[in-house]
């Protein structure tokens, strides 16, 4: 029993692909918020670098989709002035979403598979649900398995169904490569290493940065990069370790910051100190 795929969003992500501009989007406006989101989750990826789309409140989307290389391309456009207002009313939660439960498993006996998320503002927080065992699109985990069918899957929702399929048949015009304002890069502990640690960039955030995050166990770190660092932190070599503020860490991997969430507000938010500029404005304030 495979992992069920949801192709119209295939095709979406496909003509996006096909039809972007080589030029770099910019973030939705200021103080324009998330209205919906569809993810896929893949317990074999990194979080963060996986299928989404992002739908803003005004018109603006980003997609990303991931290639056959593992790799992810990201691109943004909008819905149509005609459009705004039937695709924000389609996409209002309804009583009949926010009675589905918060899970449903349509591949009970399976294990390691992926999920699809359906997030929608819901006031000021995000009621999301999740369905196990769906995949946005064709394609099974490798480390993915299945066990004995002793459990009863559940079926896929009539009203998550209704979503799915607004948010991946979303027509989109002034389609074009998007390219964050910031890149998250997270990093890990080095125990043991065989070579000589590099040192890590002056120019670029390290631990101490008022932006990085620290997880729980104390062994990872979030480095929030803006864009104008890109170009110095791609010539890194991924392989080696660093020594950052007298420690050594290892890049696990990096990805984008989606503007209008958490850690986008966070960023914006201290760009507001006094003294400070809105980051859209291109300053980069962090150092």
């Not at 979406?12 to 406006?29: K, N, R, S, W, Y």
């Not at 607004?166 to 125990?191: D, G, H, Q």
Request: hydrophobic share 40%; proline share 7%; net charge neutral.
């Amino acid at each position: 029993m495979g992992v069920r795929t949801h192709t119209a969003l295939v095709a979406l992500l496909t003509m996006l692909f096909v039809l972007h501009q080589t030029i770099a989007g910019e973030p939705p406006d200021e103080g324009t918020d998330v209205y919906a989101m569809l993810i896929e989750w893949d317990p074999w990826r990194p979080v963060g670098l996986n299928s989404q789309v992002v739908f803003y409140t005004n018109g603006t989307v980003i997609v990303s989709k991931v290639q056959d290389d593992g790799s992810v391309s990201w691109t943004t456009g909008n819905v149509s002035a005609k459009t705004l207002v039937r695709v924000k009313q389609a996409l209002r939660p309804t009583d009949a979403f926010r009675e589905l439960k918060d899970l449903y498993d349509l591949q009970p006996n399976g294990y390691d598979l992926p999920s699809v998320e359906i997030a929608l503002k819901d006031g000021p927080a995000f009621r999301s649900v999740h369905v196990r065992g769906l995949a946005l699109e064709d394609h099974v985990p490798a480390g993915a398995y299945f066990g004995e069918q002793t459990k009863k899957p559940e079926e896929m929702p009539s009203e998550f169904q209704r979503l799915l399929n607004v948010l991946s048949t979303l027509k989109l015009e002034n389609v074009k490569t998007w390219v964050p304002e910031y890149i998250e890069a997270v990093i890990f502990k080095v125990r043991d290493h065989r070579t000589l640690p590099l040192d890590w960039p002056e120019d670029l955030p390290g631990l101490k940065d008022p932006l990085s995050r620290m997880n729980a166990r104390g062994d990872g770190c979030s480095l929030f990069l803006r864009r104008d660092k890109l170009k110095t932190y791609e010539t890194l070599d991924k392989e080696r370790a660093f020594a950052i503020d007298g420690q050594l860490w290892r890049i696990s991997h990096s990805k984008p910051v989606i503007p209008g969430l958490d850690d986008w507000k966070r960023i914006v938010g201290s760009a507001r100190r006094p003294g400070a500029r809105h980051p859209a404005n291109g300053e980069a304030w962090h150092r």
